[in-house]
């Protein structure tokens, strides 16, 4: 039994040592492997001292990656890279980066050094453009937007979202993402959308136009129409109280000229006939000042009110067509 054990200890050590030689094959190469001549456009910008500092500190950060301390080789290609703007120390600094799982901001760093186009070489450029394919479609995801208004501002996740090449696409990290387009005199609107790793995503962004629209509780003719209609009742009681007067003083006169029993019951009647005149127009003179009242509220009631149109309401089902390199497939929100 125990030389059975020993054995198993003695075949283990050459395992180990073989599968760490497999993962230090395995890693990528922690250099550029292009040759420089100094005449690239980017040796050009920088002064010679700056670029002798940003060189050593690049030396450093391959020592570190080449030693898999990532984390520290990251940090001294970043400083290498805030001195000076160079290809081979962004290409250096996207493969650690990747290593640390941060593919996003991996997949930036290429697309910075791509922008050197052929002054790269053509060993890099290639091998620029296949880990920016490979990192897109397998580990990061692409979010395309059309948009009616095209002067609108559009936002990604709450930052702003330029055009780029006459067109909105950005690769971002695969999970849920917020789209929202503004313009002025438009109504805001904001859409989710969700993508997986190697998935392309278009998103439509329908806007609204803001718009201020006046609206009344009435026609607007109908308080003064019950305005109207209390003057009229108003003035068939000031008519009725002109008649009441009228006879009153005809009673008057017809007691001044006779003081017989005839002209009594005259007067009698006269005088009654005024009463009952006066009664009516002081009920309808009321009711008219009622109705005047009543349309006076009205037309204040009814006065304009300016409000916007609201946003079309959202679909109940929205669909995004959502794409990938092996398949096409639509993605549904539906709201409840």
Same mark, same amino acid.
């Given at each position: 039994?125990? #030389?059975?054990?020993?054995? %198993?200890?003695?075949?283990?050590?050459?395992? $180990? $040592?073989?599968?760490?030689?497999?993962?230090?094959?395995?890693?990528?190469?922690?250099?550029?492997?292009?040759?420089?001549?100094?005449?690239?456009?980017?040796?050009?910008?920088?002064?010679?001292?700056?670029?002798?500092?940003?060189?050593?500190?690049?030396?450093? !950060?391959?020592?570190?990656?080449?030693?898999?301390?990532?984390?520290?080789?990251?940090? %001294?290609?970043?400083?290498?890279?805030?001195?000076?703007?160079?290809?081979?120390?962004?290409?250096?600094? /996207?493969? $650690?980066?990747?290593?640390?799982?941060?593919?996003?901001?991996?997949?930036?760093?290429?697309? #910075?050094?791509?922008?050197?186009?052929?002054?790269?070489?053509?060993?890099?450029?290639?091998? @620029?453009?296949?880990?920016?394919?490979?990192?897109?479609?397998?580990?990061?995801? =692409?979010?395309? *937007?059309?948009?009616?208004?095209?002067?609108?501002?559009? *936002?990604?996740?709450?930052?702003?979202?330029?055009?780029?090449?006459? =067109?909105?696409?950005?690769?971002? +990290?695969?999970?849920?993402?917020? +789209?929202?387009?503004?313009?002025?005199?438009? +109504?805001?609107? *904001?859409?989710? @959308?969700?993508?997986?790793?190697?998935?392309?995503?278009?998103?439509?962004?329908?806007?609204?136009?803001?718009?201020? $629209?006046?609206?009344?509780?009435?026609?607007?003719?109908?308080?003064?129409?019950?305005?109207?209609?209390?003057?009229?009742? !108003?003035?068939?009681?000031?008519?009725?109280?002109? =008649?009441?007067?009228?006879?009153?003083?005809?009673?008057?006169?017809?007691?001044?000229?006779?003081?017989?029993?005839?002209?009594?019951?005259?007067?009698?009647?006269?005088?009654? =006939?005024?009463?009952?005149? &006066?009664?009516?127009?002081?009920?309808?003179?009321?009711?008219?000042?009622?109705?005047?009242?009543?349309?006076?509220?009205? /037309?204040?009631?009814?006065?304009?009110?300016?409000?916007?149109?609201?946003?079309?309401?959202? #679909?109940?089902?929205?669909?995004?067509?959502?794409?990938?390199? &092996?398949?096409?497939?639509? #993605?549904?929100?539906?709201?409840?």
């Amino acid at each position: 039994m125990k #030389s059975s054990i020993r054995d %198993l200890r003695i075949r283990a050590v050459p395992a $180990v $040592v073989l599968t760490a030689l497999a993962l230090v094959l395995a890693l990528p190469a922690a250099r550029a492997e292009t040759v420089r001549t100094g005449g690239e456009p980017w040796y050009r910008q920088v002064p010679a001292d700056v670029r002798q500092r940003a060189q050593a500190l690049f030396a450093q !950060a391959i020592d570190k990656h080449q030693q898999l301390l990532r984390g520290d080789a990251a940090e %001294l290609y970043e400083q290498a890279l805030a001195l000076w703007d160079n290809p081979d120390i962004q290409w250096n600094l /996207a493969l $650690v980066l990747e290593d640390l799982g941060q593919y996003l901001r991996a997949y930036q760093q290429l697309e #910075s050094a791509l922008r050197w186009g052929a002054a790269l070489g053509p060993d890099l450029l290639r091998q @620029v453009a296949d880990r920016m394919q490979v990192l897109e479609t397998q580990r990061l995801a =692409r979010i395309e *937007t059309c948009l009616e208004e095209p002067a609108a501002v559009i *936002t990604l996740d709450g930052k702003p979202w330029l055009p780029r090449a006459g =067109r909105r696409s950005a690769v971002v +990290l695969p999970g849920e993402h917020y +789209l929202a387009a503004r313009k002025s005199g438009y +109504l805001p609107v *904001t859409r989710p @959308v969700y993508v997986k790793a190697g998935q392309q995503a278009r998103v439509s962004l329908l806007m609204d136009e803001d718009r201020l $629209v006046e609206t009344r509780r009435w026609t607007a003719w109908k308080p003064w129409a019950v305005i109207g209609a209390g003057v009229a009742v !108003a003035a068939v009681g000031a008519g009725l109280e002109q =008649r009441a007067l009228a006879h009153r003083q005809a009673a008057a006169d017809a007691l001044a000229r006779c003081q017989e029993i005839a002209c009594d019951a005259m007067r009698s009647d006269l005088y009654d =006939r005024a009463g009952v005149e &006066h009664g009516l127009a002081i009920g309808t003179i009321a009711a008219g000042g009622a109705v005047v009242v009543v349309g006076l509220v009205q /037309a204040w009631l009814n006065q304009p009110r300016a409000h916007r149109i609201e946003a079309r309401p959202p #679909s109940r089902i929205e669909l995004t067509p959502i794409l990938s390199l &092996h398949q096409a497939e639509l #993605s549904a929100l539906v709201r409840f």
